[in-house]
Structures are given as C-alpha cells and as structure tokens.
C-alpha cells in the first residue's frame, strides 16, 4: 500500500473467540476512578 | 463505522469495528467523503473527476483500489458483530472491591465527590470484622476468577491503616484455599505515609495511586487540609520516598504506581501540571477533569472545552518529543495499546461496575461502585448476610454500548465502552444516558492517543 500505513493488527473481532475470560484489570481500579477508559487496559488471557 | 481526523499533521482514519488504526495520506482521507460503506468495485468516474484538478487519474485509482483492497481485508468498513456478545456478561462473577476502609479524611478538597471524606453519611472507619467480611463476600461471589482485586479507598485509608494491614493478611491466608490472586490498590493523599507504611504497601500493593494535583499553588488551591493549609509540602516527598523505594523494591511484580490528580477550572493548562509531576521524578501520570456541579466555580463546563482540547493537544506534542529524546513517560489517557488491548467482550461494558466491581462501605453495605455510596436507593447488599440485589446486578450488566442511545454512533465506543454509569446518573439522570461533557473530553483523548502512536510509528 502506497496510500496508507496500518498500525495495528485490526485483531478486535478475533479478540471474541477466547475472550469474556474476565481475567483483567476492572478498569476503574487502575488510576482513574472518575473516568472510564477501557483501551488503555491489557488482556490477561495466556490463551487468546 | 469509521471516524477520521488530521491533527498534528497526520491524517488518520479507524475502523471502528475491526479496531483498525490506519495513516493515510490526504488524497485518501478526502476520498472518503465521496464513498459509503458498499464500496464499488470500480472506481466511479465522478471520484476521480473530484480530485483531477489535483491528482493523476492513476493516484485517485490506485488510492480507491486500496480503499477496496482494505475493506476485502476486513480493515475498514467492517461490521459490527458484537451484539451477540452483549448478555455474556450477565450472571458474572464479582471480581474486584473498592473498600472504603475509612469514611473519614484528613484533607477537605475542595471538589471532593465524597461529601469531604464521609460521604455524607458520618465520619467511620471500617472495623476489622467488616474488611474480613469483604473478603468473604468476594470469595462467595467470586467463582470461575482466579484474579481479584481489592482497592482501598476512602477517605484517606492511611487513617485506618491497621486495617488495612489486617485485611491484607487475612486474604493472602485465603488465596490458596481458594485458588485467588489477590491484587490489592491503595489510593491515598500521601500526608500520613511512613516507612513503615510504604514498606507494607510495596510490598503488598500491585498499584498505588497517589493523590496530588501537580504544581504547588494549583495543588495547595483545592486540596487543603482541615485548618485550609496546603499540603504540597508533606506529601511529595513522601510520594517520593514511595516511588523510590518501590523502583528498588525486592517486590518488582509491584512495580505499578500513579501519580493522579485532578484538574479543574482552575487549572485548564493543566499539562504544565503533568509536566511538574514529571519533573519531580514520576513517569507514571494521570491527570483527570473534574467532575462537578456545573454550578460550582471550579467545575469544567462546555465553554472550557476549545481550552481543554487545546491543552490535550499541547501535552501529545510535547510528549512525542520526550518519547523520542528518550525521556518519555507515561500519561494515563494517552497509554493505548492496539494490538493487545482487551477483547471485544470486555469493551462492551466498561469498568464492570455493580456487576463485577462493587463497593463496600464501612458499615458492609455494598453499592455498584464508589461514587454511588451514600445514595440508598443504590444500596444493593450487606456483606454479612451476603445479600445481593440480583436485579441491580443485572441490569448493570446490560448497561453494554448497545444498550446506551449515544454510543450506537459513536465512534469511540469501543475504546471508553459507555463511559462512567456512575457520571451518567449523576448528571444525566440515568445510568444508560452518556454524559457528554465526559465523553467529548473521552473522545479528545482518544484521539491524541491514536495521534501519538501514529507519530511513534515513524
């Protein structure tokens, strides 16, 4: 592609197969506690 | 869904529902105006008549024939195949606690949303029997999670520290039984912190949170303490003691820390606030509006908005720079990862709030969160009857992005997953009304989040 760079693996829709696990961080508890922002959080599933 | 913008030179276009991140050059970004998401095969002869007064006939079909290439490859204009997930999470497990082990403080913040340390429901401290009985009510509800998380939050917790010392050792005393992993947090307004307090909590605590607003007169305006003096003085170097003593600590696991303040209208330059804490030793940063009133004097209002957005921009900028001279650091709402961020499912909801993250007063009741407590209609259990008000449980699990009006058009949906339910009722009225105050200063984040990683890309 001349057009355009992609940054990113785009893996949001294979992220559904193993995932749900509710393994990770609520994100409330990690620095904010008045805003939500959820992208910033990491997967904690070994298996996805 | 896709949402593009240009800032900082970059023109940067996302599939909202891939999560696909791409940098594109102009003609690209222009062409999208003219195309919908049924992409043409061909290349239609009124897209290239609009930009042959720039562009050679072949860069407009070269351009459109990646456009179709990306959206083969399911990079953009991809649909939206989350609903199916949307009641997955309903009948989870509850896996974290905010415990506010003190309803009391020792500082008077100006913009506290916790009535000044008490809620609004009489000074208290937890007792001992109550943390442990948090405990138990985690482990009862907290089948099929291995991870669990125990926040404690006040008030300012130091002033129970006993406690929380006690609460500690009873949980560990409990992991292997129970086959958990107890991550605990601490937030605290630092003024009471010793060495020996610092050593449990870098020892025991994964992360901490360390209250302070940045530079000394803007912090010293808002978060006074009982008397109205500042606190400034007393507590950066014991910040700083903490976050010294963690950096070298036998414990490298509880390596997490936060140094997070508030900015209010008092303080709309507030990068210069980050750029303070940075300048003071701390790489891990958070900095957040404030959240009030909008009658009250230091509450951040549409209007401030153009000065904000100008600021978030001014902070990127100066970021990449410091990332790229090799001094960088981190900003809460800037850190983003596009690969291995978290999956779909969890995106549809958020922080989980009263469904897989709960507060506890000290008097064991439990509410959906901490900016909840102290309102009774919210009151959804007791810890020592193991009460749960499972209807309220439920329908915060269905409070996804698909439940909520504004987000279904939102292009930011699936990076703040609905915003804040608590903010919503507070100031909309309704958990499942977005309170867009919040989520246009959510969506400038994002994007100077998205603009950085771009620009690191180079």
């Known amino acids: 592609m001349t057009h355009v760079k992609t940054l990113n693996k785009a893996n949001l829709k294979e992220s559904c197969a193993k995932g749900g696990c509710g393994e990770c961080q609520a994100s409330c508890q990690s620095a904010c506690k008045t805003s939500c922002t959820v992208a910033n959080q990491k997967c904690e599933n070994p298996n996805r | 869904m896709i949402h593009k913008y240009f800032q900082n030179g970059y023109y940067i276009v996302l599939d909202v529902n891939s999560g696909a991140v791409h940098v594109v050059d102009e003609l690209f970004y222009n062409m999208l105006d003219h195309v919908s998401e049924d992409l043409a095969e061909e290349c239609p002869e009124e897209i290239v008549r609009a930009f042959s007064d720039r562009w050679s006939e072949e860069e407009i079909r070269s351009t459109y024939a990646e456009m179709v290439s990306l959206k083969k490859e399911g990079q953009l204009f991809s649909a939206d195949d989350y609903a199916q997930f949307a009641d997955m999470m309903v009948s989870s497990p509850i896996k974290a606690l905010c415990l506010n082990i003190a309803h009391d403080c020792n500082l008077r913040c100006e913009y506290c949303f916790a009535g000044k340390g008490d809620y609004c429901q009489g000074r208290m401290l937890m007792t001992e029997e109550v943390g442990k009985a948090a405990i138990d009510y985690l482990l009862h509800y907290s089948q099929g999670r291995h991870n669990l998380e125990v926040d404690f939050f006040g008030g300012e917790p130091t002033i129970n520290f006993d406690v929380v010392k006690k609460v500690v050792e009873y949980a560990r005393s409990k992991e292997k ?18 060495d020996d307090m610092i050593d449990f909590i870098n020892k025991e605590m994964y992360n901490v ?82 959240v009030a009133d909008p009658k009250q004097p230091y509450a951040l209002t549409y209007e401030d908005l153009p000065e904000v957005f100008e600021e978030y921009d001014r902070l990127s900028k100066i970021m990449i720079e410091k990332q790229k001279s090799g001094k960088g650091f981190n900003f809460y709402h800037f850190m983003i990862d596009l690969d291995q961020g978290p999956c779909a499912i969890k995106r549809l909801r958020g922080c989980g709030c009263g469904n897989e993250y709960v507060a506890i007063t000290p008097d064991g009741d439990v509410y959906p969160c901490h900016q909840f407590v102290g309102h009774e209609e919210w009151k959804m259990g007791n810890v020592f009857d193991l009460s749960i008000n499972k209807e309220m449980k439920d329908n915060f699990a269905r409070a996804t992005v698909y439940h909520k009006p504004k987000c279904q058009d939102c292009w930011a949906k699936f990076y703040c997953s609905g915003g804040c339910n608590a903010n919503n009722w507070q100031y909309m009225g309704n958990v499942l009304d977005s309170f867009d105050l919040a989520c246009e200063m959510e969506k400038k984040r994002l994007e100077c989040a998205i603009m950085i990683q771009a620009a690191l890309a180079e």
């Open chain 2, 209 to 290: 949170v360390c209250s302070t607003d940045g530079r000394k007169e803007v912090n010293d305006r808002v978060r006074a303490r009982v008397d109205g003096s500042g606190c400034y003085d007393a507590i950066i170097p014991h910040f700083q003691e903490l976050v010294r003593k963690r950096e070298n600590s036998e414990y490298p696991e509880n390596w997490q820390y936060y140094v997070r303040g508030t900015f209010t209208k008092y303080n709309k330059d507030f990068g210069e606030d980050v750029l303070h804490m940075n300048s003071l030793g701390f790489d891990q940063i958070s900095i957040e509006p404030v």
């Open chain 2, 177 to 194: 039984e129970y086959d958990k992993k107890f991550r605990f947090t601490i937030t605290t307004n630092g003024l009471l912190l010793n």
